[in-house]
């Protein structure tokens, strides 16, 4: 089944660019409808262009009451029939209207193996600085659906990676991508699919 | 090195079972000197009599005090001169004087990845019946040191499981325990040859 996408993004769009990649090689059979960007420069919106894809810079910051904002993007999803919202490292919050309207529709991909190091404060970077100053020695990624918390939805896949003494933040954070590039792309097959069945918290895979 | 350990165990102790073996096959060096339970009727305890190891049984509940208890202890270590203390599967908490005197001297097993699922009200089969509520695709078993928290010390050895669907907690369970076994030897073999550095949170291991 091909879906409508949007993705939501705050920054370089490395997320964005793994998904771009997988439908331009037809791995995927989905479209990316829009790219929506809560910052003004996000490097992401630049590949989008690149690429021939819509998109658009929306902030809160711009509209007079949240009810605004959140009508505007609704109608934004509305317009472009979107199916799926995929949040790419996107660093808003997304509103409840479009949380309960979107329900089980919106995926986010985390850098770490949930519920460890997410949650309020756990971004970017700061991830895997975290994970170092605690000194686990074992870290990944989780894709996982959207509800009204922070980190909080159904886990959809998880990756471990298993870290040595010596790797540095930006070191951990660049094997990690890889990781979050690989599931992410492979959490989409598995959506277009319709191979998960969501099971309270447990979401399962049918092979 | 050989060292003289003291393992604690409140159960059927089969990852006590895994270090006996290890010592019995000459892949450790070190001698079990005492085995002590704070359950009475402890498996573990049947285990380290059929190897010829000596036991005891030694529950806080029949002193007067905790200091009582503490010294009593503090006793038996002393006697017979324990270089380490393995918490394998041991409910109990171990006395805060106790942890001072063996500072970094005293490891845990723990069978999930921390800091996901630990602390107060994680043990036994609850970890895993949490860890399928929660849904997460991968868990793992812990080695670390023990401070005065609950499963708060440096972590030393971590090893992610994969979990498939279908698996029920008892299946998991038996799984991690494979981890847990594996592990636990491997860090009572970096710390005989020395190849720990602690690091603050973060434990180093000298290859």
Do not use: W
């Not at 409508?4 to 995927?28: H, P, R, Y």
């Not at 505007?72 to 209207?97: M, R, S, T």
């Amino acid at each position: 089944m091909s879906l409508n996408i949007a993705v939501m993004i705050s920054g370089s769009g490395s997320n964005l660019q793994s998904i771009i990649d997988a439908i331009e090689k037809n791995s995927l059979k989905s479209e990316i409808k829009i790219v929506i960007s809560n910052t003004k420069n996000a490097y992401g919106l630049v590949r989008a262009e690149k690429h021939g894809i819509k998109s658009r810079y929306l902030s809160k910051n711009n509209y007079n009451s949240p009810r605004e904002y959140e009508e505007e993007l609704l109608e934004i999803l509305n317009n472009k029939k979107i199916d799926l919202i995929v949040l790419a490292g996107y660093l808003g919050i997304v509103p409840g209207e479009i949380i309960k309207h979107y329900k089980n529709k919106i995926i986010n991909i985390h850098p770490s193996l949930i519920p460890s190091f997410c949650g309020k404060g756990f971004y970017g970077l700061t991830v895997h600085e975290k994970v170092l100053e605690y000194g686990v020695k074992v870290t990944g990624a989780t894709t996982h659906f959207v509800d009204e918390g922070v980190d909080t939805g159904p886990i959809i896949m998880q990756e471990p990676f298993k870290i040595e003494d010596e790797i540095t933040a930006e070191e951990l954070q660049k094997e990690v991508l890889k990781i979050e590039h690989k599931i992410l792309v492979e959490t989409l097959g598995l959506i277009e699919n319709k191979k998960l069945e969501i099971n309270g918290r447990r979401v399962l895979i049918r092979r």
